[in-house]
């Protein structure tokens, strides 16, 4: 899959984007990101890229030319079935894991990094296909969201994360205990690795007594608790057996 990021901060992307599994899906030639730089974009000498709003009010405003000479640049180096521009904005739907598993059957993402007050409504109405938030708070660009984007969707890839394609759902299941959506959003249960004892703090029995049933049983216990305490939210979307209400009490 192909990230192409727009952003007027090239170079916020050196630290975010170099480690870990989006650093190694790269260097495996499973994903490539290329990051452009909205004012090599400009025809200016002082490579505007934003300017005040029409109608008066306070902040700037990304202009259109940029943004609509960056896009058509990008969308005229290649044609790929399919593949959607996106723009980073308070404004937008709610990226979550569900948009995360659409996002990752496409072959080519295009991320505008909002920035300021804005961007010139023409360029959402023409270029844009998503307008996506990552979440209910305001940050000052898109920056951040789009790393936040590349990873959610990099981690779901096929290969990625030793999920082969073929058995991209069971390995779902398997995987993805974070946010376990196939099980109706129930948070992850708590782990525990060595050493048994950490200054007084000590592993749970049940961890250590060997019987698979039990193990499952507790983490179940824990991962509904948890989720009861941390996101209520989650649980009228759960589908809850008899057995799991019972171990809610
Ligand atoms: Cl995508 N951009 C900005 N600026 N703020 C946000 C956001 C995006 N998602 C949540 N807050």
Same mark, same amino acid.
């Given at each position: 899959m192909d990230f192409d990021i727009i952003t007027? /901060?090239?170079? /916020? /992307?050196n630290g975010p984007l170099s480690h870990g599994m989006v650093f190694q899906a790269q260097k495996r030639g499973l994903i490539d990101i290329r990051i452009h730089d *909205?004012? #090599? /974009?400009?025809?200016?000498r002082h490579k505007t890229v934003d300017d005040r709003p029409f109608g008066g009010g306070a902040g700037m405003v990304l202009k259109p030319e940029p943004l609509f000479r960056a896009i058509r640049k990008i969308q005229a180096e290649r044609t790929l079935s399919s593949r959607k521009v996106i723009l980073l904005t308070p404004q937008g739907k709610r990226f979550e894991q569900p948009q995360a598993t659409q996002f990752s059957?496409?072959?080519?993402a295009i991320l505008i990094c909002g920035r300021y007050e804005?961007? #010139?409504e023409r360029v959402t109405q023409c270029l844009v296909d998503e307008e996506l938030s990552i979440g209910d708070y305001v940050l000052s660009g898109g920056e951040l969201a789009a790393c936040v984007f590349v990873d959610a969707v990099t981690r779901l *890839?096929?290969?990625?994360? %030793? %999920?082969s394609s073929s058995v991209i759902n069971e390995s779902f299941a398997v995987i993805e205990n974070a946010l376990n959506l196939a099980d109706g959003c129930i948070l992850d249960y708590p782990h525990y690795t060595r050493p048994e004892d950490f200054e007084g703090e000590r592993v749970p029995d049940v961890l250590l007594c060997g019987d698979h049933k039990r193990v499952e049983r507790w983490r179940r216990k824990k991962a509904l608790e948890k989720t009861l305490k941390n996101?209520? #939210?989650?649980l009228q979307y759960a589908t809850l057996s008899e057995d799991d209400k019972q171990l809610l009490g």
């Open positions: 007027i /901060f090239p170079e /916020f /992307f *909205l004012r #090599d /974009f400009t025809t200016d059957t496409l072959h080519q804005g961007v #010139d *890839l096929p290969g990625v994360l %030793n %999920n996101r209520p #939210d989650l």
